[in-house]
């Protein structure tokens, strides 16, 4: 039994290095259901996942927040897949508005536009609703996130996905700070644009709804594991637009209804 147990302890460890490789040296891997262990579960994933987070930590990261992904029809037809999940943003990703993104630090990263939430006190599940996810957000943001799958061709399966952190890489936030009564969120428009043209647009209502529905979704998945949305950080609730590739010399600027623009620049 203690044997079984520690052959899954070692082969976590070696799934999370095979994954965190990936992301450090800046090269594509196999998906791990392809050979490395082809009956991955979602459940397995997240273990892996939080074998990622518990490695960045100890390497001295700070978590910025957790962050949803395929929450949206966009997202959930471009990636063939049709189930939520989550994963974790950290200091060293985050790229300062206006600022530059390095192709030579990246695989083959694609940009989306999202709404984030800074969370003003702590939320637990189960039950939690998206009226009570308003109640404890101190601000709404808006957000590029740039998605860098570790995995060849960016092809996963579901289980893959999760594993590798849902793909997070990089997070450009917004400057403007708006209260979560000021704005009807479902109602807010997004354009995507690359080098002035609009690549792709979308609404909050793309996001499950309402933006708000993804975060307390992910309150009432982390209730399950015994685990909350803490007062300070800062939520991706997931993309109103799909992703779009990332070039060298790209100007990519995220434009939202009332809550202000975000912007960055692709270098070499």
């Known amino acids: 039994m203690k044997e079984g147990i520690c052959?899954?302890?070692?082969?976590?460890?070696?799934?999370?290095?095979y994954l965190i490789a990936g992301e450090i040296e800046r090269k594509e891997v196999k998906k791990i259901t392809a050979n490395l262990k082809p009956d991955l579960t979602v459940e397995d994933a997240y273990i892996i996942q939080e074998e990622i987070v518990s490695t960045k930590l100890a390497e001295g990261h700070k978590l910025i927040g957790p962050k949803m992904g395929?929450?949206?029809k966009a997202k959930m037809n471009q990636m063939g897949i049709d189930e939520p999940?989550?994963?974790h943003v950290f200091d060293y990703m985050l790229i300062d508005n206006g600022g530059k993104v390095s192709l030579q630090e990246l695989?083959?990263?694609?940009?989306?536009?999202?709404i984030a939430?800074?969370?003003?006190?702590?939320?637990?599940?189960?039950?939690?609703?998206g009226a009570q996810v308003l109640a404890h957000t101190e601000a709404i943001v808006p957000a590029l996130e740039i998605i860098d799958s570790r995995y060849e061709n960016f092809d996963f399966t579901l289980p893959d996905v999760v594993a590798d952190n849902a793909s997070t890489s990089r997070v450009v936030f917004g400057t403007k700070l708006t209260?979560?009564?000021?704005?009807d969120l479902d109602l807010v428009g997004a354009t995507l644009s690359i080098n002035g043209e609009i690549k792709d647009l979308g609404t909050g209502a793309a996001v499950l709804g309402h933006p708000a529905n993804a975060i307390a979704m992910l309150?009432?998945?982390?209730?399950?594991?015994?685990?909350?949305?803490?007062?300070g950080e800062v939520i991706l609730s997931g993309a109103l637009t799909g992703a779009v590739l990332l070039e060298k010399y790209d100007v990519v600027v995220g434009k939202f209804d009332e809550l202000g623009d975000v912007s960055f620049t692709v270098t070499d």
């Open 7 to 17: 052959v899954e302890e070692i082969e976590v460890k070696n799934l999370a290095s």
């Open 70 to 72: 395929l929450t949206s």
């Open 85 to 87: 999940i989550y994963g």
């Open 107 to 114: 695989i083959h990263p694609k940009v989306e536009a999202e």
């Open 117 to 129: 939430f800074v969370i003003g006190k702590d939320l637990e599940g189960p039950g939690v609703t």
């Open 179 to 183: 209260k979560p009564h000021l704005v």
């Open 219 to 231: 309150a009432n998945m982390l209730a399950r594991k015994g685990e909350k949305i803490r007062e």
